[in-house]
């Protein structure tokens, strides 16, 4: 009997496998694929974003169907999949969606875009190490991390991708779905009870942006794939 397929989807950081350190061992029980987005390779250069296209790599990744799971910026792409063939889509696990177009009338992310906006729009002017500077002072109100080779890779990477709010998702998919965030950030809560309010299981734990790294975060996707799988 073959197993059922999940595709990873990762977000802005570590990318592939190295996304999901937590989620690995469900390769026993399941066909898991831990993808890569466009532009991200540990040899090629970064090139820009392209949320269509990372909608495509998931439709591909997951062939006759499954389940897929996303984190920050992957959620974009996870989602654009779920609209665009959810007959393919058996449930969505959504940990701390980037998905702003869908919320771009409330508050706390319109709060967000006219923090960031400003910055995307020079980011063609700036160095990649400028940029990413920025974006992490202004959106985690922390300093950029000591230059090395593969931090200037993500620098680069990070100044090419498209800002979230343009991406081309309106609506919701109708598949089962999970939106898991850390509690910490007003804009990831706002786009959790959102999509909440169209039908999502919504659960908070700890760890910040990355609450699958957690062993309750964990533990929700895990009970929530096994709660999805084909009988």
């Known amino acids: 009997m073959s197993k059922e397929r999940i595709v990873f989807v990762h ?3 570590s990318f592939g496998a190295a996304a999901w350190p937590r989620q690995h061992g469900l390769a026993r029980d399941y066909d898991a694929l831990f993808v890569k987005r466009l532009g991200y390779d540990a040899a090629a250069e970064p090139v820009a974003s392209d949320f269509l296209a990372d909608r495509d790599i998931v439709l591909d990744s997951l062939g006759e169907g499954g389940h897929v799971v996303a984190h920050s910026q992957g959620a974009i792409a996870a989602m654009l999949a779920a609209v665009q063939a959810p007959d393919l889509v058996r ?3 959504l940990v701390e969606p980037a998905c702003l177009s869908i919320t771009a009338e409330l508050p706390a992310t319109q709060a ?8 995307f729009s020079r980011r063609l002017e700036m160095t990649d190490e400028e940029f990413s500077g920025e974006a992490i002072r202004i959106a ?4 950029a991390p000591p230059v090395t080779d593969e931090s200037r890779r993500q620098a680069r990477r990070m100044r ?14 109708g598949v089962p779905t999970l939106v898991l965030t850390g509690g910490w950030e007003p804009l990831y809560e706002e786009i959790a009870q959102y999509l909440a309010s169209t039908g999502a299981v919504h659960r908070i734990t700890a760890g910040g942006h990355q ?11 895990r ?3 096994r709660a999805h799988r084909c009988v």
């Open 11 to 13: 977000g802005s950081g």
């Open 91 to 93: 449930s969505l696990v």
């Open 112 to 119: 967000y875009r006219t923090r960031l906006e400003p910055l």
């Open 140 to 143: 985690h109100a922390m300093q």
């Open 160 to 173: 090419l991708q498209a800002p979230p709010w343009e991406a081309p998702l309106e609506i919701v998919p």
């Open 211 to 221: 609450p699958q790294e957690t062993d309750a975060g964990d533990r929700l996707i």
């Open 223 to 225: 009970d929530f794939l």
